[in-house]
């Protein structure tokens, strides 16, 4: 299934040019997103704007209050050049998780951004509620890579009997009808095919789970050269495209 922005709510589709900037409903407008007084503006668009859906689709928190979007990493440099990609004077905070682990953080406090994620399928209690996104086809790649970077794994390691160096990638959730409509996405986008699978060992979670071919194929599209993403990701999805196959062809990747 394929979604597209022509899913948006019917209220949101009715709004006026003048209503997307200004009054009381702002959204989005020539790829920029306002406040309603026009105070702040967030200068994001394009394959920066669908990376960042994608790492709120996985690492984020949509706020009940309707206007803000929590982004929590392990990594504070990571977090800081979200801030300048997009011009937020937002401070970086530290918070605990449930294993006194330390992370970092950051606020965006954006209406007409946080409308926009509505509109698009997420919402507040999106952990085991989210469903299908309506994301743009052309930045399909940089939404995907948003969401490696937020709940994905790219493991690599040596096969017990030949050696060989072996590749997986992992996408975890804990809503398996969004994996279900991920897994087609990729299919329709890379010609890969993976395999959804249930965790119980702690609270249920879904893993979308790809081998080293599909894998690769993944990686090359998703992690291009130039953008935007975590730093220890792109080495590892870079050496993943880069590594020698061992096989000329696999079931997991269609021709």
């Known amino acids: 299934m394929e979604l597209s922005f022509g899913d948006v709510p019917k209220w949101l589709r009715e709004l006026s040019a003048k209503q997307l900037c200004t009054g009381s409903s702002p959204v989005v407008a020539s790829n920029k997103f306002c406040m309603a007084n026009s ?3 967030l200068k994001i668009n394009g394959s920066n704007l669908w990376y960042l859906v994608g790492l709120i689709a996985s690492d984020g928190c949509l706020s009940k209050d309707g ?11 990571f977090l800081r050049e979200i801030k300048i990609r997009i011009g937020l004077i937002n401070k970086i905070g530290v918070k605990y998780n449930h294993l006194k682990q330390k992370n970092f953080h950051i606020q965006i406090s954006n209406k007409g951004f946080y409308n926009f994620l509505l509109s698009i399928g997420l919402r507040p209690d999106k952990s085991l509620t ?7 086809g052309q930045y399909f790649s940089d939404f995907l890579r948003g969401l490696i970077d937020g709940d994905g794994s790219i493991r690599h390691w040596a096969h017990s009997s030949n050696n060989r160096e072996q590749w997986s990638l992992r996408i975890y959730s804990g809503s398996a009808k969004f994996l279900e409509w991920l897994r087609e996405q990729i299919r329709a986008n890379f010609n890969a095919l993976g395999r959804i699978h249930e965790d119980t060992s702690r609270n249920t979670v879904y893993v979308l ?3 080293k071919m599909a894998a690769k194929e993944i990686m090359q599209g998703c992690y291009y050269p130039g953008c935007f993403g975590l730093g220890r990701k792109i080495k590892l999805a870079n050496a ?4 020698s196959a061992g096989w000329k062809s696999s079931k997991t990747v269609l021709n």
């Open 39 to 41: 105070r702040k503006e």
């Open 67 to 77: 206007r803000h979007i929590d982004l929590t990493s392990k990594e504070y440099d």
């Open 130 to 136: 989210i469903g299908p996104l309506a994301v743009e």
């Open 209 to 211: 789970k790809f081998g």
């Open 240 to 243: 993943c495209f880069n590594s």
